[in-house]
């Protein structure tokens, strides 16, 4: 959530930030009330209270007659003091149900528009002509199919669509590339870490999944447990209601997880292969420091994807994604898109964010520096999603026979092996 002091200060800074997101700018005026009349009601209770207080010290010096005129008003007074309370915890929770509802300030430098508004940052490596090579391109189902890496049929079989097994050497290339980014990770300063799948319905709202991104989520009743969308909600709320020493900061995670979304509006839109699909694993970077670092830290996270991506020798660009596509808690996010042969597009494979406050104030997480203490700001950044880059790495990597060659970066991890070659033709 944003500061309400900022909201009071600058309103209209909000409602440009909601008009950019596409989000509701009538909410900021309906926040601004509530908060009126939080603090209104909040004031009248405390003088409520206090002559109340003072009247307790008079009664029992007071004559026969002064005494039946005070207790009289001190009836009153018990009466107003209990309306004055509820008409302030109501507002309180009018106040906290609309804050929750407004999404983070958007950074001044964000292009403003729809998904497809992004800016262009920079282009990475060179994408392959094949019809110079002489061959036609296979998608990556087939190439996973003839490798006898992927197998979606029985997927659907046991679980239905949007479901997959990794098999043989697209189980050990998951497990190359999981090991590979957990040491590029580690090497980095990053602490590994294994996250809970399931959290609790306070984590997940602390990290603003359940506002506009809630009908991707899915959500076991009988427990009120969520299933994560991504290690970021354990690893945001690892540290929640706690308060950490500056000289601790930066604190960097890098979780490993499997991750559950619904893919809800996304009916007929990459229903091939592996690309979108309802459950996959990846290592998601997190770091949690000082509000004045958090610019800067958003691009040292830039720059480990993009470490990571042209380690496996993949042609990607980089883009500002625009205000409309940004998700509730960030304040500007960077796309990291790969070059998909078969599709002859850009695919977003790795994401960074910058969350600035937004996350840390839902779930009570502040920094001490001295004697003062404050919210520190998150960021989270994609190091590997698996499925999608497998996907990048059989299209981009495959030879005309069928077989794929390995970056170097992993063949350490599959055995030296350097190409991985079909089982069946």
Known sequence: MIDLRLLREDPDRVRASQRARGEDVALVDSL?????RRRSSGVRFDELRAEQKQLGKLIPKASA??????LKRAEQLKADVKAADTERDAADAETQELL?????????????GGEEDFVTLETHGVIRDFGAEGFEPKDHLELGQLLGAIDVERGAKVSGSRFYFLTGVGALLELALVNAAIAQATAAGFTPMLTPALVRPQSMAGTGFLGQAAQDVYHLDKDDLYLVGTSEVPLAAYHMDEIIDAGKLPLRYAGFSPCFRREAGSHGKDTKG???VHQFDKVEMFSYVTPEDSAAEHQRLLAWEKQWLESLELPFRVIDVATGDLGASAARKFDCEAWIPTQGKYRELTSTSDCTEFQSRRLSIRVREGKQVRP?????????????????ILENHQQADGSVRVPEVLRPYLGGRELLEPVSR
């Open 100 to 112: 929750g509802r407004l999404g983070n300030l958007v950074h001044p430098d964000v292009p403003v």
């Open 32 to 36: 601004l009330s509530a908060d009126e």
């Open 274 to 276: 592996i690309f979108r």
């Open 65 to 70: 007659d002064e005494k039946a005129v005070l």
């Open 376 to 392: 520190l700001a998150t960021l989270n950044g994609t190091l590997c999603a698996v499925p999608r880059t497998i996907v990048a």
